[in-house]
T-cell receptor, first 114, second 116 residues
Framework: KQEVTQIPAALSVPEGENLVLNCSFT??????LQWFRQDPGKGLTSLLL?????REQTSGRLNASLDKSSGRSTLYIAASQPGDSATYLC?????????????FGQGTILTVHP | ETGVTQTPRHLVMGMTNKKSLKCEQH?????MYWYKQSAKKPLELMFV???????ENNSVPSRFSPECPNSSHLFLHLHTLQPEDSALYLC???????????????FGNGTRLTVT
């Protein structure tokens, strides 16, 4: 059974810092991995989708890497801003499960203070 | 603005009530999903519809009944719920539930359900 773990559970940093969020998964047979952002009381916003054949994806100040063999992904946020404060979730689509079922981690709560 | 709209945003219901959650997507997608987000637990997939056909029921109790009349609309009918069913219910859509390449999920803002 696929399990997804995110470390740390919470992170508080001053504005301007570069930071890394970690995601690990137990079954490396995946189709893809997706990073989401969730603001309080809101739904999830897709940030980056990495296919299993890819090593990384970039969007603006965000860079996500994938090491499928070791079951790890990182989300790098450059020059953090208070508006980056949110919960960040990673999710994987595992091979062999029906209809590409997404397995989520519990998220990292990020607070960027001015 | 999200391409997936959920109503109502908040719902309080008693254990004997019957209510429905509604989801509508404006993205031209063919797959729609219900997820449950409880406090301190990862998101859990409940149901998947692909081209209006239910393709996944993740061992969800029968007090939750989904309905997908077309590829743009998804409902979750609720009856005789329990207090532990209180959670954020999220709807999502994607191009095709079977597609494994370039098919990210797009989520709505959810319905916050409280069962008293």
């Amino acid at each position: 059974k696929q399990e997804v773990t995110q470390i740390p559970a919470a992170l508080s940093v001053p504005e301007g810092e570069n930071l890394v969020l970690n995601c690990s998964f137990t079954d490396s047979a995946i189709y893809n991995l997706q990073w989401f952002r969730q603001d309080p009381g809101k739904g999830l916003t897709s940030l980056l989708l990495i296919q299993s054949s890819q090593r990384e994806q970039t969007s603006g100040r965000l860079n996500a890497s994938l090491d499928k063999s070791s079951g790890r992904s990182t989300l790098y946020i450059a020059a953090s801003q208070p508006g980056d404060s949110a919960t960040y979730l990673c999710a994987v689509r595992t091979r062999g499960t029906s209809y590409g079922k997404l397995t989520f981690g519990q998220g990292t709560i990020l607070t960027v203070h001015p | 603005e999200t391409g997936v709209t959920q109503t109502p945003r908040h719902l309080v219901m008693g254990m004997t009530n019957k209510k429905s959650l509604k989801c509508e997507q404006h993205l031209g997608h063919n797959a729609m999903y219900w997820y449950k987000q409880s406090a301190k637990k990862p998101l859990e997939l409940m149901f998947v519809y692909n081209f209006k056909e239910q393709t996944e029921n993740n061992s969800v109790p029968s007090r939750f009944s989904p309905e997908c009349p077309n590829s743009s609309h998804l409902f979750l009918h609720l009856h005789t719920l329990q207090p532990e069913d209180s959670a954020l219910y999220l709807c999502a859509s994607s191009q095709d539930a079977l597609a494994v390449v370039n098919s990210p999920l797009h989520f709505g803002n959810g319905t916050r359900l409280t069962v008293t």
